[in-house]
């Protein structure tokens, strides 16, 4: 009778290092249908809530982010990685893991440490275009590296591309577009005009995307659907009231239908958002987030922009005149849109949480036999 698999991912903090982990335990439970699969974090982000319902166990660590502007918190950060180090070791064993996976961010660097406790082989991903603090130190413990985008910061690393959920992966915008519009409200004959400022949104979008709305009061051949995150939600809509030609919501759960309806993207340059984009084919207005660490989200707008499926515009430019003068003559030129989606090179990501899961079940001494 064989050893069931077992395998602990590391992801926490934003979805950017969220979903991938949830892809990669996807594409896990697709190849070993019996797998158990559980995620170690914290109480501190985005995982609490997402991994538990998207069906998967989470462990939480006492870590604390690898991250300069904590000022004097920064001398904790050894005692923190030792005391999570060792809580993963014991996680690690508790679960009889074969194998354990960091995806980035600061929740993962201990189950890195606690694999190499206790003497268990593991991966990390580094999902950006310049690898995080957190990759940085782990990929010190593992010979086995994975990375989205080939950029030779982690030397020696696979390229695989970017885990991404399943739906998008094999999204079929074209087929999918009319039932997109429709679950969206989009009015006929209007485009959409999608802004997208990530899982928590973002500020200086959502205040564009208001003045944009009002810009274009009296259009209607635009439409706009403005991702606020849950706290700006209600002064967005107040905001809005009045304008039939702009709707808030709180969250997209349904990304392949929000990517299916949209025909451009204004968005901040997560990893996982770079990767949907590229994959799915739909053209871009790229706002790095100016403070993420490295400057990692414009070496990630990059990616598209250079191959042309994009345009990047710096944070402080944001505003709704400068988004005008880009996205209006975008609008009214379809063929330059096509030629845009079609620009994208979608590398490997729609097959990345499938490589990335050949490589676990490699270090596991598994193989997709067991799923037949």
């Known amino acids: 009778m064989r050893t069931p698999l077992s395998v602990v991912i590391g992801a926490g903090g934003t979805g950017g290092h969220i979903y991938p ?6 594409a896990l439970r697709r190849a070993v249908p019996d ?11 985005l995982e609490g809530e997402l991994i538990p319902a998207a069906g998967y166990r989470l462990h939480t660590v006492d870590m604390i982010p690898f991250d300069p502007a904590i000022g004097a918190k920064r001398y904790l950060l050894p005692a923190a990685l030792l005391k999570s180090g060792a809580q993963c070791r ?3 064993r508790a679960q009889g893991a074969q194998v354990a996976v960091g995806m980035g961010g600061y929740p993962s660097a201990p189950v890195i440490l606690g694999a190499r406790l206790a003497g268990l082989p593991s991966v990390i991903h580094e999902s950006n275009a310049v690898p995080g603090r957190a990759n940085q130190f782990a990929a010190r413990l593992t010979p086995h590296i994975a990375v989205a985008f080939d950029t030779g910061h982690l030397p020696g690393a696979r390229t695989t591309g970017m885990p991404i959920a399943d739906a998008l992966a094999r999204l079929d915008r074209p087929a999918l577009r009319a039932e997109a519009r429709r679950a969206l409200r989009v009015p006929d004959g209007a485009r959409l005009v999608l802004f997208n400022g990530g899982s928590l949104g973002a500020a200086r979008l959502t205040e564009a995307a208001v003045g944009l709305a009002h810009r274009w009061a009296g259009r209607d051949d635009v439409h706009l659907l403005i991702k606020t995150g849950p706290k700006a939600l209600a002064d967005t809509e107040q905001r809005l009231a009045g304008l039939p030609g702009a709707r808030a919501v709180p969250y997209l759960d349904r990304m392949d239908l929000a990517y299916a309806a949209a025909d451009l993207v204004v968005c901040r340059a997560g990893s996982a958002t770079v990767a949907e984009l590229a ?8 706002v790095p987030y100016p403070y993420a660490p490295g400057d990692h989200q414009t070496h990630n ?23 005008a003068a880009l996205v209006e003559p975008l609008l009214a030129d379809p063929a330059r849109l096509a030629a845009m989606g079609g620009a994208a090179d979608p590398g490997p990501h729609a097959h990345a949480a499938d490589l990335l899961a050949d490589k676990v079940l490699e270090l596991a001494s598994y193989t997709r036999e067991y799923a037949a």
């Not at 982990?21 to 996807?26: I, T, V």
């Not at 699969?37 to 982000?45: D, K, L, Y």
């Not at 710096?314 to 709704?320: G, I, L, M, Q």
């Open 21 to 26: 982990g949830l892809a990669l335990a996807d």
């Open 35 to 45: 797998a158990v699969i559980s995620f170690v974090g914290t109480t501190r982000g």
């Open 90 to 92: 014991a996680i690690l």
């Open 279 to 286: 994959s799915t084919g739909v053209p871009a207005v790229l």
């Open 301 to 323: 707008a990059r990616v598209l922009c250079d191959a042309g499926a994009g345009l990047l515009v710096p944070d402080a430019e944001t505003t709704a005149d400068r988004l």
